[in-house]
């Protein structure tokens, strides 16, 4: 098991960038799957990226050629980097991790962190 933590959003004006942080702690993090979801005021959660622990990614329409996600092994922790930022990109944004990719896609993961608010916004 793994536990999580979301870091790195903020308010940024449309057209901007934010690079987000999902920092794992225990052990064999390597071997997990991650993915980032996000939540907007109304909305159900949805998964935005996705990156298998062989390092194959998985994208959501809506984010394809602006958001990009990433894993750093030794440092446990793997990001997201949101470019060309628009206002509807605007939500709380989660990561979790699952051994299976499947479960992962569908987002049905027992247990989520406090996320972290990204606004864009002029």
């Known amino acids: 098991q793994v536990q999580l933590v979301e870091s790195g959003g903020g308010l940024v004006q449309p057209g901007g960038s934010l690079r987000l942080s999902c920092a794992a702690s225990?052990?064999?993090?390597?071997?997990?799957?991650v993915g980032w979801y996000r939540q907007a005021p109304g909305k159900q959660r949805e998964l935005v990226a996705a990156?298998?622990?062989?390092?194959?990614?998985n994208y959501a329409d809506s984010v394809k050629g602006r958001f990009s996600i990433s894993r750093d092994n030794a440092k446990n922790t793997v990001y997201l980097q949101m470019n060309s930022l628009k206002p509807e990109d605007t939500a709380v944004y989660y990561c979790?991790?699952?051994?299976?990719?499947?479960?992962?896609?569908?987002?049905?993961?027992?247990?989520w962190g406090q996320g972290t608010q990204v606004t864009v916004s002029s």
């Open positions: 225990g052990r064999r993090f390597s071997i997990y799957a």
């Open positions: 990156i298998t622990s062989g390092g194959s990614t």
């Open positions: 979790n991790a699952d051994l299976a990719w499947t479960t992962l896609v569908s987002g049905a993961l027992g247990s």
